[in-house]
């Protein structure tokens, strides 16, 4: 595809949106040409409608003319799912950020695409209420981009990912038709086609409108943090609350190397002596969390915690959540580049897999930190590089294939919150058989021809090589010296 | 269109074997949907035999449905063509069940009841509480979208399924997710299959997360002069810190069935007890925890069903739960049961606009001599059931009249309206699945990837799919 964006098309969208509305310049497309990934790819425009007819228009142009369009939200992702791979148009959702419903009596919202996740939350929650699915972005990324990444975050545990709060969608097809799907109320007649729509990745639909569930606060809400000596007894104690079927509501896990960086950074009051912690919540009616949380605290003494810090007030709560939330920008003050990875294990296997992925990262002569969702099987080890020297890249790239190779191995998945996107397309293989993959690119082909987010979730047969290098990343702007 | 001929009767006898088919007109009666009767029944060991078969059934444009213990082969229309049934309970094992990571995974023609069984050892549970539970199967309780009490606090099985292995109409083998609890991997096909009636695809084998059974659990039933208390009470509820298992609202007829009847086939559903107000509306919730939390729920349901104005308010326990827990539960095959030309009519609404649905339904049923028979599950599902005594064609230009009227006052009081169990005479009468929307096309496009000649249950489904 070679998209050919020229001025007579840019002036047809300034028409249609208004001249502040379209960047063509390069330096303004700087700013769009990356995402929280490793990957990088300039659109030729990005365009920022407001209302879903501006959608509409905007994409009948496309096919008018065979211009490749993507949907962007705020560009938090981890995977370039919104990255313009074969250039084009990109579609910005982010003024498309209006709650159009808050629906208190039967717990639903309607809201753009492009509204924050936490600007819903902080609108509803005088009611009592809150947006569930919580990533770690959540004060930037958009609700838009949650549903195309069907996102996770630390909370998911107990309340599952964004598309168990998904329940209608307004979408514009690839040829500019508007199509409701789903409904606010329960079981619309048919095929879930909210369930297939939720982490398509952008890749079958633009998605205009997201009703969504809004779940209640709870009363009450325990914060742990449990302090280890070695990672591996950290995982048993994972292993066996999951076992015991306790079921907190969030159960993260930060090895030495992360708490330590974290905690220079943000003083969340993490040990520095310590081989990992447990930053674990439990939450629900006050007589349930105390039983929990005891019993909680009594399976990480039987694994050696050296101790078991309850937070004592709110400003405590926040403080440990601003350690885990914020952990990703800490790393990046002590290493040129990190690569993340999303892998997923069983919850029984975590003391194996840290152990090996240790292992893996000595054999490549990497430091990999490990701070992740314990609680559902959800690694995330950062691998520490250097984007600037070329062969290290290359030997990343085989260190993390190692690290999902390991995942797949123990019945894992590729990636657990994050997407496939243009990051792990080259994965699926490993994951998917040719007919599996094949039925998925039927599904797609009969949505999408083509012009869709090209070039994502399957993989595109050119290997490694082509994964796209940051020249000067962002994280290097800060010290480099550890 | 012409049945399959005994050549093709042949072959396919040929992929299985003979002890694992069969034309013997006595058994092939048991596989009747709708009155239609298939040509062969064969009764697949594996996926790739499930995929021979449609391989085949596709090359020679042969129509075939699925099946598990064929409980809710009334469910949806009369299906255009039917050639093959496509018996599946040979596949029953549990192929992987990992207590300490909450997961299992388990083949299509597993009986639901095995699996309960098997979780129950390590004190775990699958939230799906389904009818027909002593004979039923997991893939057919998923094929055919039926919901449980449950789904109040679990959700419903799009939500805890975590990947499906299944067979698309042209024969290949395909899965999506996977058997960890999150997954983001590829297109999540799996939701496409739930629900859907076995027009997309065979499932072969389900994975599911499993959940911890609650240490201990109450019942809790509040009594009514009519549905506006029941409705305030589930109001109150939701509102409230309390998180019901279950929470389900019955009008008085629907108490008077369940004093009167116990369920034919399930062993778990004691005789009724006292428990069911025959003359008041009841609101009947579930709840677990540890003691002090059960303790907690009895103490604020009872409060806020007085602040409700309920005339009585009862806590049940392990003894007196059975009764009323099993009914609920089984309330689909109890209502079938009681009367020969029962008739569901499902109602989906947001739970606000109950308090206007509600009472209209009841207006509608009165008005025309039927008694209000109702469930209304706590999310926003009505299951209306129309029960005449007699059987005859009156009876059915009746039932045709009140569906045709509930479908235009349920869509505009309600969300969805659907006939899921009626008598076959009434399905050329009334449109079981309602008008199509504007989603029907999409439909249309997915049916046509995953069952390109429309060998699977052709007809049966939302939109005449």
């Not at chain 1, 930060?254 to 993490?270: K, P, Q, S, Y």
């Amino acid at each position: 595809m070679d998209p050919k964006i020229d001025a007579k098309i840019i002036h047809e969208l300034e028409h249609l949106l208004g001249k502040d509305a379209v960047l063509s310049r390069p330096e303004d497309l700087l700013m769009y040409e990356y995402d929280g990934s490793v990957e990088k790819a300039r659109p030729d425009c990005v365009v920022f409608p407001r209302i879903t007819e501006h959608v509409v228009q905007i994409v009948k142009l496309a096919k008018r003319h065979q211009i490749p369009i993507v949907g962007r939200g705020s560009g938090t992702g981890l995977s370039g799912g919104a990255l313009a791979r074969h250039g084009g148009i990109a579609i910005a959702f982010t003024r498309m950020n209006k709650i159009l419903e808050m629906d208190y009596e039967n717990q639903r919202a309607v809201v753009q695409p492009g509204v924050v996740n936490m600007d819903l939350t902080c609108a509803v929650q005088h009611a009592g209420l809150y947006f569930a699915p919580d990533p770690s972005s959540q004060k930037a990324c958009t609700i838009g981009g949650n549903v195309a990444e069907n996102a996770g975050g630390p909370h998911t545990l107990a309340y599952g990912v964004t598309t168990n709060h998904v329940c209608g969608l307004e979408l514009v097809l690839p040829d500019g038709e508007v199509v409701r799907i789903g409904s606010k109320a329960p079981d619309a007649p048919g095929y879930d086609l909210p369930g297939l729509l939720v982490g398509s990745e952008g890749t079958l639909a633009l998605v205009t409108e997201i009703t969504v569930k809004l779940t209640r606060l709870p009363e009450a809400a325990k914060t742990l943090l449990a302090v280890f000596e070695t990672p591996d007894d950290t995982a048993q104690t994972v292993a066996e609350i999951t076992a015991r079927a306790i079921t907190p509501a969030a159960c993260e896990m930060l090895d030495g190397w992360t708490l330590r960086a974290v905690e220079a950074f943000i003083h969340a009051g993490f040990p520095l002596d310590s081989g990992a912690v447990l930053l674990i919540e439990v939450e629900g009616l006050r007589e349930a969390i105390e039983a929990q949380a005891e019993e909680i605290i009594n399976v990480c003494k039987l694994h050696n915690a050296r101790e078991v810090r309850v937070a004592r007030d709110e400003r405590e709560r926040q403080l440990l959540w601003a350690g885990r939330k914020n952990a990703f920008g800490a790393v990046g003050r002590l290493s040129p580049s990190y690569y993340v990875q999303d892998g997923v294990i069983p919850r029984t296997k975590l003391p194996l897999a840290l152990r090996e992925i240790d292992k893996i990262g000595k054999r490549h002569g990497f430091e990999i930190g490990n701070i992740f969702h314990a609680g559902d099987g959800n690694l995330h080890p950062l691998i520490m590089f250097d984007l600037r020297d070329p062969a290290q890249f290359e030997r990343v790239v085989a260190c993390a294939t190692e690290v999902i190779a390991l995942c797949i191995s123990l019945g894992g998945s590729i990636t657990g919150e994050h997407g496939v996107g243009m990051e792990k397309d080259r994965l699926m293989p490993l994951l998917f058989s040719e007919a599996d993959m094949a039925l998925m690119k039927r599904v797609r082909d009969a949505f999408n021809p083509g012009l869709l987010n090209p070039g994502k979730i399957f993989p595109t047969g050119k290997g490694c090589g082509e994964i796209r290098v940051r020249p000067m990343p962002i994280s290097s702007a800060a010290p480099t010296s550890a | 269109m012409k049945p399959a001929s005994a050549t093709v009767n042949l072959k396919l006898a040929s992929i299985l074997g003979v002890a694992n088919s069969s034309a013997d007109p006595a058994q092939l009666a048991d596989y009747e949907v709708d009155r239609v009767r298939p040509g062969i029944v064969l009764r697949p060991g594996s996926a790739a035999e499930v995929a021979e078969v449609l391989r085949l059934a596709s090359a020679e444009k042969l129509a075939v449905i699925p099946c598990g213990a064929r409980t809710k082969l009334a469910i949806g229309a009369p299906p255009q063509r039917y050639d093959v049934a496509l018996d599946l309970t040979r596949l029953n094992r549990i192929v992987a069940y990992d207590p300490g990571d909450l997961t299992l995974s388990v083949e299509a023609g597993l009986p639901l009841v095995t699996l309960t069984e098997t979780l129950a050892e390590h004190r775990q549970m699958l939230p799906l509480a389904a009818p027909f539970t002593s004979r039923t199967t997991v893939g057919g309780t998923l094929a055919a979208g039926v919901d449980s009490p449950l789904r109040q606090f679990y959700g419903t099985a799009r939500d805890y399924v975590l990947g499906i292995e299944f067979v698309t109409g042209d024969g290949s083998i395909a899965k999506s997710g996977g058997r960890v609890v999150k997954n983001v991997a590829g297109y999540d096909l799996h939701k496409l299959l739930i629900g859907s009636l076995g027009t997309l695809g065979v499932i072969t084998t389900v994975n599911f997360r499993t959940f911890p059974t609650p240490p201990a659990s109450r019942g809790f039933l509040a009594t009514f002069p009519g549905p506006e208390g029941a409705l305030e009470l589930r109001a109150k509820i939701a509102a409230s810190q309390l998180q019901p298992l279950t929470l389900e609202i019955l009008s008085p007829e629907l108490a008077r069935i369940f004093a009167e009847r116990t369920p034919k086939l399930p062993d778990d559903c004691p005789p009724p007890g006292p428990w069911f107000s025959t003359m008041e509306w009841t609101l009947a919730a579930g709840f677990g925890g540890n003691v002090a939390v059960l303790e907690r729920c009895a103490r604020d349901l009872t409060q806020l069903a007085a602040q409700a104005r309920a005339t009585n308010t009862v806590v049940l326990g392990d003894e007196e739960r059975p009764p009323v827990w099993g009914r609920l539960r089984e309330c689909i095959p109890l209502l079938l049961d009681a009367s020969p030309l029962a008739t569901i009519v499902k109602i989906s609404a947001r739970p606000a606009q109950l308090s206007r649905l509600l009472p209209a339904l009841q207006q509608t049923c009165e008005q025309r001599g039927f008694p209000f028979v109702a469930l209304t599950r706590g999310v926003g599902v009505v299951y209306l059931a129309l029960l005449p005594w007699k059987s005859d064609a009156e009876e059915i230009r009746r039932l045709a009249e009140i569906c045709a009227h509930l479908h235009d006052q349920g869509t505009i009081l309600g969300d969805h309206v659907t006939v899921p169990w009626c008598p076959t005479e009434l399905k050329r009468r009334v449109s079981v699945w309602g008008l199509p929307r504007g989603d029907l096309d999409l439909m249309l496009k997915v049916k046509d990837v995953f069952d390109p000649q429309h060998v699977l249950s052709p007809g049966r489904f939302y939109g005449g799919v």
